[in-house]
């Protein structure tokens, strides 16, 4: 039985403890905050600010883990390389977490290092940096921190008048301790996909089905598995993740974000643990949902294939106000509906536009995905979250 310390404790970081509780292994679950989705399921959790690196030396000490399991951005990642030092695994990697919390490493590695096509981009550390960076890239183009998640401080700008509040909204989203953005030329892309890309200790690098995603704010409100694409598209994807993973090395899930457009395939971004979009491999859409896959790579288990079994999608379900004790109305019609399911992650308060929930539905191989898509956003639509 292996010691797992999880570092960060939202809904993903949830169904990967209740993956490794079904496998016997025993999960220390850690967040900024009590009672966080995974703390309700592992064996032990603490609360501790994980951009503290003193505090997360003394937690890794305490508990002496098997393995750390990095599941958020805003960690003091740089201590890694030093657990990695000291004997512990860390998940994917001591540099993986390093390069994938920091926009400008991941970015720099895919686009300079790899040659990967990606968006132009410049990076800028001020408001002046950011609208001399806009001149060079032009508009309309997209603003990121350099450390963020779920679309936090995240803009398009489109005009002149944007470019100041794009900027204050960016340090607002910002995780950690850097102020830098990165601005990106706007991709004319038909649609996205993100590739779930499985590294293992021993054996070949597998790729889950693709999943296609629509995004507001940032932050994806449907999800669809399998993204209908070309086969040389998908090829071309697929060869781009195993060049950026096996680059960053280690073994885990990658979320592998891309671009489909007239003219071919762009590296977006890469989350290196389970992602918000595979959500949708809940409704068994797998042989192995992605936090099953997540964990049977950081334990070293060999996994023989990834084989879709039906298609199916997911639609998250949002808070519109803030509550210290969200409650839900309308769960009976989902639970009512024929070839659906929903999770709510218990997150002990609420505000606006937080993810609370997550509705997926599924059918046939032979089934119908834009019709399987519909009735999620359908069914996630008659949810609501009240004070």
């Not at 305490?62 to 990695?84: C, G, L, M, S, W």
């Not at 491999?281 to 797998?286: A, F, K, R």
Request: negative net charge.
């Amino acid at each position: 039985m292996a010691k797992i310390l999880l570092l960060g404790s939202g809904e993903l970081g949830k169904e990967f403890v209740i993956a490794a509780q079904r496998l016997g292994q025993t999960v220390i679950a850690v967040d900024s905050y009590a009672n966080a989705p995974a703390m309700q399921v592992a064996h032990s959790a603490e609360v501790i600010n994980m951009l503290d690196g003193d505090a997360l030396d003394a937690l890794v000490a305490k508990h002496q883990p098997d393995y750390i399991v990095p599941e958020i951005e805003a960690i003091r990642t740089e201590r890694f390389y030093n657990y990695e030092e000291q004997g512990y695994t860390v998940i994917p990697s001591a540099k993986a977490a390093n390069y994938t919390m920091n926009r400008k490493s991941i970015r720099d590695l895919a686009a300079k290092d790899l040659g990967l096509k990606t968006a132009n981009y410049r990076y800028a550390a001020s408001a002046k940096e950011l609208s001399d960076a806009v001149t060079e890239i032009g508009m309309p183009c997209v603003v990121k921190p350099l450390m963020s998640s779920s679309g936090k401080g995240q803009s398009t700008i489109k005009t002149e008048a944007d470019i100041q509040k794009a900027w204050e909204y960016s340090q607002e989203g910002s995780r950690g301790d850097v102020a830098e953005v990165i601005v990106e030329g706007f991709v004319n892309f038909n649609y996205e996909i993100t590739l779930l890309t499985v590294t293992q200790r021993e054996g070949a690098t597998l790729f889950c089905p693709p999943i296609g995603h629509r995004q507001e704010r940032g932050d994806y409100q449907e999800s669809w598995q399998p993204a209908t694409m070309q086969s040389e598209h998908l090829q071309t994807a697929q060869e781009m993740a195993k060049k950026v993973t096996d680059a960053l090395g280690g073994a885990g899930i990658w979320g592998v974000e891309f671009f489909i457009s007239d003219d071919g395939v762009y590296f977006s971004e890469l989350s290196p643990r389970p992602h918000d979009t595979g959500m949708v491999t809940l409704g068994n859409t797998q042989n192995f949902n992605e936090f099953e896959l997540h964990l049977r790579a950081v334990l070293g288990l060999p996994i023989a294939e990834i084989t879709q079994e039906r298609i199916g999608a997911s639609a998250v379900i949002l808070a519109s106000d803030h509550s210290d004790n969200p409650t839900f109305e309308g769960i009976s019609t989902i639970a009512n509906a024929k070839k659906s399911d929903f999770r709510l992650f218990g997150k002990p308060t609420s505000r606006p536009y937080r993810r609370m929930g997550v509705v997926v539905t599924y059918d046939s191989k032979e089934g119908d995905i834009t019709n399987v898509t519909k009735r999620a956003k359908e069914l996630a639509s008659k949810v609501r979250v009240l004070k």
